[in-house]
Nanobody, 116 residues
Framework: QVQLVESGGGLVQPGGSLRLSCAAS????????MAWYRQAPGKERELVAR???????NYADSVKGRFTISRDNAKNTVYLQMNSLKPEDTAVYYC??????????WGQGTQVTVSS
């Protein structure tokens, strides 16, 4: 069974840090791009960051300089290091990974709440 399993969300104070993980399990051919999205209450899901198999990254303007996406290809895992968190970062965070040849997969979502 091919799936994505996320971990690492929680409650943190403004200015704090969290690290999210997303591991792909099962049998598949390849992973090219891995990405993180988020969805805040009443808002559309938005791209936070993405990383290619070669390590190229891009970020939403709102998180540049604060968030870092990375991946461990040997573990089929993508990470999102979130620093200097703000209340507006509060959302459910989802990893998104196309797993060849099966198609696009989403993680189950993990809640990140930034509040004092």
């Amino acid at each position: 069974q091919v799936q994505l399993v996320e971990s690492g969300g929680g409650l943190v104070q403004p200015g704090g840090s969290l690290r999210l993980s997303c591991a792909a399990s099962g049998t598949f051919l390849s992973i090219i791009v891995m990405a993180w999205y988020r969805q805040a209450p009443g808002k559309e899901r938005e791209l936070v960051a993405r990383i290619t198999s070669g390590g190229s990254t891009n970020y939403a303007d709102s998180v540049k300089g604060r968030f870092t996406i990375s991946r461990d290809n040997a573990k089929n895992t993508v990470y999102l290091q979130m620093n200097s968190l703000k209340p507006e970062d509060t959302a459910v965070y989802y990893c998104n990974v196309p797993l060849m040849p099966f198609g696009n997969f989403w993680g189950q979502g993990t809640q990140v709440t930034v509040s004092s």
